[in-house]
């Protein structure tokens, strides 16, 4: 599994620019704690094919989180993360 392209959150928006992923049947996108997708939360459903997407994270706690998860909830898998700095 390969994700790829960066991932930025400012003024309460989670944006993923230059994205692509390898495909899966059920993948959403998540704020987490390390690795871990169960101390997380999640934020959206993704489009496998756009390069360019945005997300309201405005309710999250950003400080709670340091990572951003790609999970496949069908297949219970990670597919891939970025830290938050």
Do not use: N, R
Not at 19 to 42: N, Q, R
Not at 56 to 84: E, N, P, R, W
């Amino acid at each position: 599994m390969k994700v790829t392209g960066s991932a930025i959150i400012e003024d309460g928006q989670l944006m993923l620019t230059g994205f692509s992923t390898s495909e899966g049947p059920d993948l959403h996108v998540y704020l987490a704690k390390g690795m871990e997708v169960s101390k997380g939360i999640e934020i959206s459903k993704i489009d496998l094919k756009k390069m360019e997407q945005t997300f309201d994270v405005s309710k999250a706690d950003i400080a709670d989180y340091d990572t951003i998860l790609i999970y496949c909830q069908k297949a219970h898998v990670i597919f891939g993360a970025a830290m938050l700095q």
